[in-house]
């Protein structure tokens, strides 16, 4: 099993980016998928999470309406497109098997995002 995001970096206040999720040795399309952050010092934070058939999705109160979640089956491949990006948004970005805040052990390496000017 390996997820390996990528897509991050640093971009100033009120930028976009968007993250990717690459997905490996399981059946992508059968598992609903999580984004989780982390910043310095602080706990893991659920993000966004997305079920199998993109039907039904979560946001953090903190992403909602500037954050989208998105996955393309047939490419094994979860997204996450970041809008007017805050100096708060800034942390390590994981992509995670399973709704909820899934356990350490299903996440992937992570990506850093930085928001900074």
């Known amino acids: 099993v390996q997820l390996v995001e990528s897509g991050g970096g640093m971009v100033q206040p009120g930028g976009s980016l968007k993250l990717s999720c690459a997905a490996s040795?399981?059946?992508?399309?059968?598992?609903?998928m999580t984004w989780v952050r982390q910043a310095p010092g602080k706990g893991p934070e659920r993000v966004s999470s997305i079920n199998t058939g993109s039907s039904r999705t979560y946001y953090a109160d903190s992403v909602n309406g500037r954050f989208t979640i998105s996955r393309d089956n047939a490419k094994n491949t979860l997204y996450l497109e970041m809008k007017s990006l805050k100096p708060e948004d800034t942390a390590l970005y994981y992509c995670?098997?399973?709704?909820?805040?899934?356990?350490?052990?299903?996440w992937g390496q992570g990506t850093q995002v930085t928001v900074s000017s």
């Open positions: 995670a098997r399973g709704w909820g805040l899934p356990h350490r052990a299903y």
């Open positions: 040795g399981f059946i992508f399309s059968y598992v609903d």
